[in-house]
């Protein structure tokens, strides 16, 4: 079987690496030069823990390539994976659909015979009807048919999460039974391998599998929120928010995932997504107004981070030195999409703070996104060098080794503020720290 997959980032990337690995051959289109110009010399432009191994084993046995023909990658292919950006649009936050939509146009050049051809990027409702309007347009003659099927991956954990999904949701257009039984049995062979470890395949609707997509990153958005939000109340009241969250997740209807309490959700698809959402129901002159609030809640609590750590320092940080462990927007990932760390040490900077940063890889793509004046540092302890606060803004796992004391014998004054609560409170305050964490007494 071949495939072809427009898009080499984190999903296309990803998921072409793990359909290759399924024995299907990939054909992989890139149009970024230093993207696919890395992807050729064997380099892996993102960092994303394992995808290295997988993409090497899957180029050498032949079934993964990478080019910027979509005519070569296209012909022969039974299913076509779009998987471009979707960003916010500037102004509304509506997906910008420009992406979807020229490689819409580019794989109707390219169609040579019977093809699906599947979104995998996340779109708003009736974009797989207007993809298919746009090839039939520009070639009214060709065989095709269009499914939505949404990715669930998450960025750190992505090769897991895509060869053991809880789901695969694939939306057909239903009102052509004879046409949706055809795309369903060329993805029923894209997707053989998953029925191995019975992972459910949930054929839907066109619109509802896209919808399916917002509505689960918002809930898990409006559930991170909850949490922040009991954290609050927690710190108000003298609770303790890890205990809350065992005691609400242990509960099956509630479930334990997603209770984290921290400086808020960011990356590439919740801050995104639950924007698009709030977006699609004012369109549909509906409303989500669980998913508006959510969307203020967070940006709310972004914004408010700062204020706490130059709280912890006695109400001002101006001349002071923060040392700033972890930037990217979550652990075991480089994209610094909307982390937190941005308006943050923006904030920092602008109430005249000197900032040392480290982040495990972030640090490359951290620097167009932070203030210049950002010292970044050669790892956590170098950091912490004449600090007067410490802060730690993503949990990566090196960062929970680190010894009190070690960081207490360079830090000017003994202060952390612990936005991920890494650690031990008790073992903090014993060696001496004010030690100020998320949503515990
Ligand atoms: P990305 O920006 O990392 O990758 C998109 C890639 O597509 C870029 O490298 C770009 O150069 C390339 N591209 C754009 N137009 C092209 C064209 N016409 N031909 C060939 N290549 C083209 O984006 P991403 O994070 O992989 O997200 C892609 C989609 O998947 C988005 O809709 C996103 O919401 C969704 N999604 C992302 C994640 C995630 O964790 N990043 C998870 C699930 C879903
Ligand atoms: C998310 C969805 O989980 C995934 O299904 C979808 O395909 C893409 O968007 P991702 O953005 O890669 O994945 O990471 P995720 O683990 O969901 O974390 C997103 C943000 O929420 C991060 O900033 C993270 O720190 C935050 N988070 C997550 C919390 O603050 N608390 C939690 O309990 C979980």
């Known amino acids: 079987m071949r495939i072809a997959m427009i898009g080499g980032g984190y999903v296309g990337l990803v998921s072409g690496a793990c359909f290759a690995e399924f024995g299907i051959n990939v ?30 084993s899957n180029s050498q046995a032949g079934r993964l390539t990478f080019g910027d023909d979509i005519a070569s990658a296209v012909a022969g292919a039974e299913a076509v994976f779009i998987a471009v950006g979707t960003p916010p649009r500037n102004g509304d936050g509506a997906a910008d659909m ?46 095709f048919d269009v499914a939505s099927n949404p990715e669930f991956l998450r960025e750190g954990s992505a090769i897991g999460d895509f060869m053991r999904p809880d789901r695969v949701i694939i939306g057909l257009d239903q009102t052509r039974p004879e046409r949706a039984s055809r795309a369903e049995d060329v993805l029923r062979r894209v997707y053989r391998p998953l029925s191995v470890i019975e992972a459910p395949l949930l054929f839907t609707g066109l619109e509802t599998a896209e919808l399916t997509k917002y509505a689960s990153n918002s809930f898990l958005a409006m559930k991170i929120s909850f ?39 960011g990356g590439s698809c919740f801050p995104k997504d639950t924007l698009a959402l709030s977006r699609i129901a004012q369109e549909a002159h509906s409303a989500c107004r669980l998913v508006e609030t959510t969307v203020q809640v ?9 204020g706490r750590i130059i709280a912890a320092c006695g109400g001002s940080v101006a001349g002071k030195t923060v040392a700033v462990l972890g ?64 802060v730690v ?29 890494i650690f031990d409170p008790a073992a903090m305050r014993a060696a001496g720290f004010t030690y100020e964490s998320v949503g515990r007494p």
């Open 98 to 143: 420009q992406y979807v939509h020229a490689a819409a146009r580019q794989i109707a050049e390219a169609l040579t015979g019977y093809a699906v051809i599947v979104t995998k990027s996340t779109v708003p409702v009736g974009s797989s009807r207007r993809i298919a309007e746009i090839i039939r347009q520009a070639r009214p003659e060709a065989d």
């Open 27 to 56: 054909a992989i289109v890139e149009t970024n030069p230093a993207r696919l110009s890395a992807l050729r010399e064997g380099r892996i432009p993102i960092y994303e823990p394992g995808l290295d191994a997988l993409v090497a």
């Open 393 to 421: 803004l993503t949990e990566w796992n090196i960062f929970r080794a680190l010894s009190p004391v070690e960081l207490s014998n360079r830090m000017r004054t003994r202060t952390i503020v612990d936005l991920r609560n």
């Open 327 to 390: 930037l990217t927007f979550k652990p075991e990932t480089d994209d610094m999409r909307e982390s937190a760390s941005i308006p943050i040490l923006h904030r920092l900077a602008e109430a005249g703070a000197d900032i040392r940063a480290y982040d495990p890889v972030g640090m490359a793509a951290a620097k167009s996104l932070l203030p210049e004046s950002v010292t970044y540092c050669a790892d956590a302890l170098d950091a912490a060098q004449q600090a007067d606060v410490l």
């Open 298 to 306: 967070n940006e709310a609590r972004k914004a408010g981070m700062a």
């Open 227 to 265: 949490i922040n939000e009991m954290a609050d109340l927690c710190e108000t009241l003298g609770a303790d928010v890890h205990d809350l969250a065992r005691g609400m997740g242990l509960d099956d209807r509630i479930g334990r995932k997603f209770l984290q309490p921290g400086p808020g959700y």
